[in-house]
T-cell receptor, first 117, second 110 residues
Framework: GAVVSQHPSRVICKSGTSVKIECRSLDFQATTMFWYRQFPKQSLMLMATSNEGSKATYEQGVEKDKFLINHASLTLSTLTVTSAHPEDSSFYIC?????????????FGSGTQLSVL | DAKTTQPPSMDCAEGRAANLPCNHSTISGNEYVYWYRQIHSQGPQYIIHGLKNNETNEMASLIITEDRKSSTLILPHATLRDTAVYYCIVRGTNNNDMRFGAGTRLTVKP
């Protein structure tokens, strides 16, 4: 199946710094990618939809100025957590659909565990 | 997308079949049923999906009732590595995104 690569897998940063997470579709082109956040023992929560060449669409309650999304190419979307604080500590996961696959299933990255000190 | 209801947890003996139920009574005609699972600290893994016919692949079988208001994911011979949270998701063909409910935490015991 299609592969979605996410990097880094784990990051620890100081409060107030910014952290960038990359999501790449390795063997297909993704016009749309999705970013999720997951707190311990909770389900995945959709944060935003990343659209290649245009602005991301954010879910209600997600601050677009804090979670900057850039989808500069058909294989790369980035999520930047700006001025991170301890409450931003979470597991961040991206996903994408392979449009050539002929169906609607999404492929997920392996996730990024962010810890803000 | 239609809302789904799953039991919060289930246990299964190793080597036995694991049957995970999902209710989606408000499903509409163009919505598919998807199953994903998430092993601790990893991204979700696709298992199977279907519209109205039963489906089988190398991982599992999906049984959808005739009225499509519920479905069951069957892992025929559960192993310890199948311990994970299993998510049942209903999604229409017009929707790009995928929204997760609480899922079922399956624990396979030796």
């Amino acid at each position: 199946g299609a592969v979605v690569s996410q990097h880094p897998s784990r990051v620890i940063c100081k409060s107030g710094t910014s952290v960038k997470i990359e999501c790449r579709s390795l063997d297909f082109q993704a016009t749309t990618m999705f970013w999720y956040r997951q707190f311990p023992k909770q389900s995945l929560m959709l944060m935003a939809t990343s659209n290649e060449g245009s602005k991301a669409t954010y879910e209600q309650g997600v601050e677009k100025d804090k979670f900057l999304i850039n989808h500069a190419s058909l294989t790369l979307s980035t999520l930047t957590v700006t001025s991170a604080h301890p409450e931003d500590s979470s597991f961040y996961i991206c996903s994408a659909r392979d449009p050539s696959g002929g169906d609607e299933k999404l492929f997920f990255g392996s996730g990024t565990q962010l810890s803000v000190l | 997308d239609a809302k789904t209801t799953q039991p919060p947890s289930m246990d299964c003996a190793e080597g036995r079949a694991a049957n995970l139920p999902c209710n989606h009574s408000t499903i509409s005609g163009n919505e598919y049923v998807y199953w994903y699972r998430q092993i601790h600290s990893q991204g979700p893994q696709y298992i199977i999906h279907g519209l109205k016919n039963n489906e089988t692949n190398e991982m599992a079988s999906l049984i959808i009732t005739e009225d499509r208001k519920s479905s069951t994911l069957i892992l025929p011979h559960a192993t310890l590595r199948d311990t994970a949270v299993y998510y049942c998701i209903v999604r229409g063909t017009n929707n790009n995104d995928m929204r997760f409910g609480a899922g079922t935490r399956l624990t396979v015991k030796p």
